[in-house]
Each structure stands twice: as C-alpha cells, then as structure tokens.
C-alpha cells in the first residue's frame, strides 16, 4: 500500500515560519506532481501548491511569494516551507502525491493532514 505521513504542523503567531513535510513509504518510480492542499472549516478544499517531476510549481495566489515547495525525489518526500505566516493560513494540511499509470491514466493519494494554526 502507499501510505503517506505527514508532519510539521503546530500553533505559530502570525509572521511566523513552518515547515511541513511529507514522505511516501515505499519505493516509488512513477510518482508525478506532488502538492500540499488545505481546508479550513467551513470552506472547500484549496489548492496551495504544486511541483511536478520537472520542478516546476504552482502556487495559489493567496501565499505566493511567501510558501516554497520543494520535492525530494530519493525520500519520496514534498516540503512546504512556510514564512510570513497569516491567520488566514489557519487550515488542516494535506499532501498529494500523484502516481502516473498506463494511458494517461494516474492515481492519488492523501496524507493524514496536519493542523496549522496561525494566531493574531
């Protein structure tokens, strides 16, 4: 099975800095773009970031120019460094990861979420 961990959440007050990490167990060869989403209550579920098997990323534009994704491919692994952090951040974390399959096909997969709170 694929099974994806996170951690790195916590309570910070605003300005603060975390950094979320995410590793899936398992050796994987077909793993594609890997994210962070996040859902506050109350609210959908939104796209915080992207970063595909290239490296290139997309970011929503509410934390653009404050969050950085990275991956690491040997630890199956995707990074959410966030800085400059604001209330409105406050949301559980999920990670994604996206493994490619035959014909266009691919599959995702969920962390467990972690808790982010960001405090006035």
């Known amino acids: 099975q694929v099974q994806l961990v996170e951690s790195g959440g916590g309570l910070v007050q605003a300005g603060g800095s975390l950094r979320l990490s995410c590793a899936a167990s398992?050796?994987?060869?077909?793993?594609?773009?890997m994210g962070w989403y996040r859902q506050a209550p109350g609210n959908q579920r939104e796209l915080v970031a992207t970063?595909?098997?290239?490296?290139?990323?997309n970011y929503a534009e509410s934390v653009k120019g404050r969050f950085t994704i990275s991956r690491e491919n040997a630890k199956n692994a995707v990074y959410l460094q966030m800085d400059s952090l604001k209330p409105e951040d406050t949301a559980v974390y999920y990670c994604?990861?996206?493994?490619?399959?035959?014909?266009?096909?691919?599959?995702?997969?969920w962390g467990q979420g972690t808790q982010v709170t960001v405090s006035s």
């Open positions: 970063i595909t098997s290239g490296g290139a990323t």
């Open positions: 398992g050796s994987f060869f077909n793993i594609n773009t």
């Open positions: 994604n990861i996206r493994l490619s399959l035959l014909y266009n096909d691919y599959k995702d997969y």
